[in-house]
């Protein structure tokens, strides 16, 4: 073979076997998403945000920062929001980390349920920040997640529920008082009993201060207990013989108004609140500081109706009077307990629950009434004999 024959046909060869090796090497793997292993929302951005709003299930809630830094829950009456479990709910998004980018199919993309499961940050003006809409939760763990209109899904180690219920963002505290700074608490006792006050005077009930006027006036037995410091035992105003008043009672007392919280809300109007409101007791709490707690709390008691009589039956045509029936036992239709309505008010004119209580009436459970002593009896105790 000639040598320029050879060359030609070493170089042939050559081509062929680059082009082969060309052929059958893999693709080059994509270029790593910078996003992963980053969190889901950066801590930067959640400084920057003054609104957070929150939809789900078709519903949505808009908490708002205020001027103050405190927070608002704007879709509920702008009562205070509860600010540690906003705190909470942030952090999962702050901490939780991209793992891998899942994909960029549509057709993928739509089976992930990102629909409006969706947590966007926002400025004092509305603008949008930063928008994360979450899909469905992941078998191996996680939740498939996207932001904004992105045509690309990732998975991250959330586990974040989105609770879309203003009512249950706003802050359900009523009353914020601790135990040790009370130096003086008044047990007030309805006439007959706990629930047994007498009816409101008439046009009482369009006036909220003339409301807790007659709440405290329905309370025709109180019981009254001091202390000069936090250290002290409690000493009753009207002291009983033989007796003395129980520490754990009081104790017990103070921390179940102390920490009063409302489960529901409604229209100061509404008649379940009215008729509470006709047969509350009256409790007070002051301060060392002397600050001044008035909490009205009642419910319409259980109530026994008789029922009519049954229509005496028609005699037959040509039948004789039948004899006087033996008149029947009466019968009663029983109408349940109404809800438990809670009003307080602070002597401090500047207190934020006085102008809350304006706007709604405010529902508590039903054991937090029920577990407050409802005799002046038990709140006292045996003295020791010296």
């Not at 009562?79 to 899942?102: C, E, W």
């Not at 369009?206 to 409301?211: G, I, P, R, V």
């Not at 009983?240 to 109007?269: E, H, N, W």
């Not at 001044?292 to 039956?313: F, N, S, W």
């Amino acid at each position: 073979m000639k040598l320029k024959t050879l060359v030609i046909t070493v170089v042939v060869l050559a081509l062929l076997c680059f082009a082969a090796n060309r052929l059958a090497r893999p693709p080059a793997p994509p270029a790593a998403d910078a996003r992963i292993g980053q969190t889901v929302l950066a801590p930067a951005a959640v400084d920057q945000a003054a609104q957070v709003r929150i939809s789900d299930a078709g519903k949505t809630v808009l908490l708002v920062r205020a001027p103050d830094g405190t927070w608002k829950d704007a879709s509920y009456y702008n009562f205070s929001a509860d600010f540690s479990k906003l705190s909470t709910f942030i952090n999962d998004f702050t901490t939780a980390k991209l793992q891998r980018l899942v994909t960029r199919n549509p057709d993928r993309l739509a089976r992930l349920g990102l629909n409006d499961s969706k947590v966007e940050l926002l400025d004092a003006s509305g603008r949008v920040l930063a928008t994360v809409t979450l899909g469905k939760n992941a078998d191996s763990g996680g939740r498939f997640l996207r932001f904004d209109r992105e045509p690309q899904a990732y998975l991250a180690n959330l586990t974040s529920w989105l609770d879309s219920d203003p009512k249950s963002w706003a802050d359900a505290a009523l009353l914020n008082v601790k135990a040790d700074d009370v130096a003086r608490v008044e047990v007030g006792f309805a006439a007959g009993g706990a629930e047994a006050a007498a009816a409101p005077p008439k046009g009482v009930l369009a006036n909220l201060d003339k409301l807790t006027k007659f709440g405290a006036a329905a309370a025709t037995e109180s019981v009254t207990a001091t202390r000069s410091k936090k250290d002290e035992p409690w000493a009753a105003t009207k002291p009983r013989p033989g007796q003395r008043l129980s520490a754990d009672k009081i104790s017990s007392v103070l921390t179940t108004l102390g920490g009063l919280r409302f489960s529901d809300s409604s229209d100061p109007a509404d008649p379940a609140a009215v008729a509470a409101k006709a047969h509350a007791r009256t409790f007070q709490l002051t301060t060392f500081g002397g600050t001044t707690y008035t909490l009205v709390i009642g419910r319409q008691p259980e109530e026994k109706k008789l029922k009519p009589p049954p229509p005496a039956p028609k005699p037959a045509p040509g039948a004789k009077p039948a004899p006087p029936a033996k008149p029947a036992a009466p019968e009663y239709d029983t109408v349940p307990a109404g809800p438990v309505f809670a009003w307080v008010t602070s002597s401090d004119p500047r207190a934020p629950i006085n102008a809350q209580m304006k706007q709604r009436a405010f529902q508590i459970d039903e054991y937090t009434f029920t577990s407050l002593p409802q005799k002046p009896d038990e709140l006292f105790e045996a003295a020791p004999k010296k």
